[in-house]
């Protein structure tokens, strides 16, 4: 079942990676078509989707620093806040040196609270559903905050238009598909 979950993961990782890559060819083919209302709102979408992506980073890893140590991590993170949903899946595979960096940052890994969780509950079903809801967390919020906004813009783009490129149709695709 480990290989199972594994293959499940790296699909899920795989399907969210590309659903973001299409999101944004669609964004610049708005762009390049002139359609400058659907690309302003396609960038605000990923901006808000930045925010949401930041704040989870914040909140999950250094939620035990202060509040202006918290708008540091967010305010870091931005920038790079789209590959957070990958970040967290990776850091739940408990990598020793990516777990060893991210406590020298003076942040605090998901697999602490993991172990203060076992300490206290023994119920191992509900503990390797926290750990699988822990490991897809930010692909839950690529879902809510980026793909299904993005899956809705497109759409109501294509029917404007009356026709949908071959891109735009892959882009849904996907979004639906992560969704």
Not at 7 to 19: F, I, N, Q, Y
Not at 53 to 79: D, E, I, K, M, N
Not at 146 to 160: D, F, G, K, R
């Amino acid at each position: 079942t480990s290989c199972l979950s594994l293959a499940h993961d790296l699909v899920t990782a795989g399907a969210s990676v590309a659903d973001v890559v299409f999101d944004v060819l669609v964004a610049r083919e708005f762009y390049q078509d002139g359609r400058l209302g659907f690309f302003t709102a396609s960038v605000c979408v990923f901006l808000v989707a930045q925010a949401a992506y930041s704040f989870l980073f914040a909140a999950a890893y250094a939620g035990h620093r202060s509040p202006g140590q918290r708008l540091l991590v967010f305010a870091l993170t931005f920038p790079l806040a789209q590959a957070i949903p990958l970040f967290a899946w990776l850091e739940s595979l408990e990598v020793p040196c990516l777990l060893r960096a991210m406590r020298r940052l003076g942040l605090r890994p998901s697999v602490d609270g993991r172990a203060r969780a076992a300490a206290n509950d023994g119920d191992s079903l509900w503990l390797a559903f926290r750990a699988k809801y822990a490991s897809h967390s930010g692909f839950l919020a690529e879902a809510v905050v980026e793909a299904m906004p993005q899956c809705a813009l497109q759409s109501v783009a294509a029917l404007i238009a009356g026709e949908l490129s071959a891109l735009n149709l892959i882009s849904i695709l996907l979004s639906v598909g992560v969704i």
